[in-house]
């Protein structure tokens, strides 16, 4: 099947830095890609979808200028937090498409903020 | 308001066992339904999904599910539970004209020998 890859799996940042994590599709290509968010215990919160070539759509209640998208080619999406706080601590994971309705999923990145 | 909910947050069974999770979800017209299995280290893996046609729905590893669109219904079976079968589930919708995914809560299996 599909393989999504996300790097890295685990960072640990301190407060007031940006992280960067990426997600790629190594098998396929990819004109959408998802980002969620896993909170403990909780289900995976769609943040944006990413197309590649133009702006990320947010979900109500993400902020575009703190979760920063770039999709620039059909197998490479980044996910920047920008000005990390502990609150931003949590589970990432991606996803891309390959094809309608078939979403792959990455293995997620474990963001701490210290 | 639209939803998916998974009553069950954590279930334990005995290896050998039958299983059942459960799934409901509320919205206007019929989804795309999915489930999904996410182990430790792992991406979520789909086990299978419904779009239309037959209502019971054939997935990987021994795992089924039958959409009963009466009861707004979901639910995931396996007859016989292996103990590698141990790992959060996730039920997940589709809205129709949408290609975003709603995920439940999860339920947590957990399985003894």
């Known amino acids: 099947g599909a393989v999504v890859s996300q790097h890295p799996s685990r960072v640990i940042c301190k407060s007031g830095t940006s992280v960067k994590i990426e997600c790629r599709s190594l098998d396929f290509q990819a004109t959408t890609m998802f980002w969620y968010r896993q909170f403990p215990k909780k289900s995976l919160m769609l943040m944006a979808t990413s197309n590649e070539g133009s702006k990320a759509t947010y979900e109500q209640g993400v902020e575009k200028d703190k979760f920063l998208i770039n999709h620039a080619s059909l197998t490479l999406s980044t996910l920047t937090v920008t000005s990390a706080h502990p609150e931003d601590s949590s589970f990432y994971i991606c996803s891309a498409e390959e094809g309608p309705n078939e979403q792959y999923f990455g293995p997620g990145t474990r963001l701490t903020v210290t | 308001a639209q939803s998916v909910t998974q009553p069950d947050i954590h279930i334990t069974v005995s290896e050998g066992a039958s299983l059942e999770l459960r799934c409901n979800y509320s919205y206007g017209a019929t989804p795309y339904l999915f489930w999904y299995v996410q182990s430790p280290g792992q991406g979520l893996q789909l086990l299978l999904k419904y779009f239309s046609g037959d209502t019971l729905v054939q997935g990987i590893k021994g795992f089924e599910a039958e959409f009963k669109r009466s009861q707004s219904s979901f639910n995931l079976r396996k007859p016989s539970v292996h103990w590698s079968d141990a790992a959060e589930y996730f039920c997940?919708?589709?809205?129709?004209?949408?290609?975003?995914?709603?995920f439940g809560t999860g339920t947590r299996l957990q399985v003894f020998p």
């Open positions: 997940a919708v589709e809205p129709e004209n949408t290609d975003k995914l709603i």
